[in-house]
């Protein structure tokens, strides 16, 4: 639960007008007063109801009642409104809990002490099923002020309390929140509001956030990212000193009349555009379409996916700063995954993509050049388009950095971050569930010999022991014979891989240690062997591509051209 207290006020009758009025969009429903220091006290009921507006007169007096008996003595500022509200997860709360709940915060804050037949004067209203509006007084019995100094701290952890006893989310605030901000600026009620109005699910601020985000895990310099964001349909304006150099920028939907524009630091804390020029000039050198295709280099993908194997050594041996540029170049990951997957798994990865915001962004400062190799392995990445083996190798690998850094927040007691770590699983293993096995069955097409299936097999029984009878059995069996086998034509020893693959990630744990070892097996496959340690292999079987072209939206090669945007000055 969160408590909200506002600035205190003089207007008793205009704060309960607001209450009981029908609000902003219609959002109020069925008003009612849940509890008062008098039972007895008028409830002014629906704005549209029969005498509403006596009501609510009588109210207003009743509760000033006292403010007017202390005359000059009265506080400066002498209403107190607080509203109370519920987590979205949350059950649907009675009246009498939200009565309770009330009265335990106005103790709390020293409002109107349980007991004391002096306490301020109260009401609590509910106009919505998840949250009510505590309005108070501030003049005693006795005409003194309340002692209410640090209330909304007082009031917080009373709702600590509340959530405990109450069986209802633990949301998390103070310290804990602040170790936990997210560099994601919310977006405001009256934007919220807007969004509904305009039959939008997003409101301005999420859309451009994405569409910037996106933009952003494409671009290998600033030319390009203004131009990608022009592609996208986005107006676009930067701003530049007298000196010519570049201040800043910001962005507005393409909607029609006037625009609405938004920064790129009220988009997010690490959208600014002196954050995006250290993003920027960490990546690593942009290489062309016609250096990525060169001999044995490696796939740009699976020099992704093993760079993201490394975040959760990252996790617990790197400084603050190391870990959040690692956690940051990831998130761009997941952010560019949408443009090159089939178009059934796009809704999924954006919503990963869109979770891991929250899960990811600390207040620590990223330093960049510490992922400089996830960085180069991302922009190189457009150049040389995934087929589903590359796709799903990558998603088996960030389904394992997650969980980490769900652990690693677990840790850190971040409960918010543990929760969006959560939620970004869900979503990767829904996408990595529609992409594996057609993708294994795609592999399995090119298993080997019947002589060769079997000397794995008893190369498995020498590599692995304890796992070499569960792995026979699994359906990804026949997609590892293939694996193996590719392995071998390029030169490599499949005992070796093997081996390789189970020391690099634990299988005790894993759902088909056969699927684990394939993805694994591949990407070390995918190294080149000098010819004096090539593997004289018995059976040779051809090498299985993994570059095979997939339906999918990828980002265009050509030549940037100059931005079309907007400068002033």
Known sequence: MIANIVKPGNHTYGVLAYLF???????????????????????PGPWDSPGHKQRLGQLSQALDLRVKQAGDKAPEGHVWHCSIRAAPQDRILTDAEWATIARRVLHATGIAPDGDPDGCRWVAVRHAEDHIHIVATKVRGDLRPPRNWNDYHRAMNELRAVEEDFGLTRVVHGPEAAAGTSAVKRSTRAEEEKAKRQGHDKTARERLRHTVRTALSHAKDLDE?????????????????????????????????????????????????????????AAEAQPTAASSARPHRPSPWHVATAAAERIPHHLTRADDGAVQAHLTVFGEVLYALPAHAPVRLQAELHRAAVAFEHAAHTRARADH?????????????????????????LLDAAILVVLAVQRHSALHHHDRQVAAARQTLTHLQAAYAQIAPASLAELARHSPSDN??????????????????????????????????????????????????????????????????????????????????????????????????????????????????????
């Open 369 to 393: 050049q510490h992922a400089r190799a996830l960085r180069g392995a991302l922009k190189a990445m457009r150049y040389q388009p995934a087929d589903h083996t590359g796709l799903a190798i």
């Open 452 to 569: 060769t299936v079997h000397r794995y097999a008893l190369t498995l029984h020498e590599v692995l022991p304890h796992h070499a009878e569960q792995i026979l059995t699994e359906n990804a069996w026949p997609a590892l014979t293939a694996t193996l086998a590719a392995a071998e034509a390029a030169g490599h020893n499949p005992a070796t891989v093997l081996q390789q693959a189970a020391q690099h990630r634990p299988l005790d744990n894993a759902k088909s240690v056969s699927e684990v070892l394939v993805w694994r097996v591949q990407r070390l496959g995918d190294r080149h062997v000098s010819s004096s340690r090539r593997w004289g292999a018995l059976d040779r079987a051809p090498r299985v591509s993994s570059n095979a072209r997939i339906t999918a939206a990828t980002p265009s090669t050509s030549t940037p051209r100059p931005p079309r945007v907007h400068r002033s000055r």
């Open 21 to 43: 009025d029908k609000g902003r969009a219609n959002e109020h429903t069925d008003q009612h007063i849940v509890a008062s220091w008098d039972d007895f006290v008028p409830d």
């Open 225 to 281: 990212f203004f131009n990608l964001l022009a592609d996208a349909g986005l107006q676009v304006e930067t701003r530049t000193l007298p000196s010519g150099d570049l201040q800043g920028y910001k962005v507005a939907l393409p909607d029609a009349g006037t625009p609405i524009w938004f920064s790129g630091s009220s988009l997010a804390t690490d959208l600014s555009l002196p954050q995006i020029r250290q993003r920027l000039a």
